[in-house]
Antibody
């Protein structure tokens, strides 16, 4: 059973960098699939942030590309998100998920999500 | 960039009745469309991929249809656990993965 778990600070100050990690269990990232981040502002819909392959190949949402970095650590079986210069508009529940596709696809396994609030 | 539009925003249905949810793409996405269910406080759950293939463990009362720009998710007989928000997502033109705005299915 594939399981994903997000971790990171729940509160980030404006203009700083949001950093989250997604630990994967039940499947080796090195075995394949893309892995992605999706966010959901409170009471709103879903927004794809970006995806990464175990080789390090990445795809980012053009609307966030200038501020986003996604990286992978296969030795720890985890991948990470960094979002720079955050504002209140970046307040959201952040989900990590496995993407079934190459590189486009659907998200078949999801983490429980973590709420990140941007506030001073 | 493809825009996904879902309708209606809210659907009021009685338990046991049929629910029909629509998703429209601004340009053709072939059959590269997925549907998700999200309950309050939970992560989305994959229901349908390839426009009509049920994901593992999804009950047969959920069915998807359509191709190109028009898609439908049908819940044949609503159960209490089906009241939730449903999202469609295209993965034909990548990036980005585009989600629809969601349809909330509520108890009538």
């Amino acid at each position: 059973q594939v399981q994903l778990q997000e971790s990171g600070p729940g509160l980030v100050k404006p203009s700083e960098t949001l950093s989250l990690t997604c630990a994967v269990s039940g499947y080796s990232i090195s075995s394949g699939y893309y892995w992605g981040w999706i966010r959901q502002p409170p009471g709103k819909g879903l927004e794809w942030i970006g995806s990464i392959y175990h080789s390090g190949s990445t795809y980012y949402n053009p609307s966030l590309k200038s501020r986003v970095t996604i990286s992978v650590d296969t030795s720890k079986n985890q991948f990470s998100l960094k979002l720079s210069s955050v504002t209140a508009a970046d307040t959201a529940v952040y989900y990590c998920a496995r993407l079934d596709g190459d590189p486009g696809g659907y998200f078949d396994y999801w983490g429980q999500g973590t709420l990140v609030t941007v506030s001073s | 960039e493809i825009v996904m539009t879902q309708s209606p925003a809210t659907l009021s249905v009685s338990p046991g009745e049929r629910a029909t949810l629509s998703c429209r793409a601004s340009q053709s996405v072939s059959s590269n469309l997925a549907w998700y269910q999200q309950k309050p406080g939970q992560a989305p759950r994959l229901l349908i991929y390839g426009a009509s293939t049920r994901a593992t463990g999804i009950p047969a009362r959920f069915s998807g249809s359509g191709s190109g720009t028009e898609f439908t998710l049908t819940i044949s007989s609503l159960q209490s656990e089906d009241f939730a928000v449903y999202y469609c997502q295209q993965y034909n033109n990548w990036p980005p993965a585009a989600f629809g705005g969601g349809t909330k299915v509520e108890i009538k």
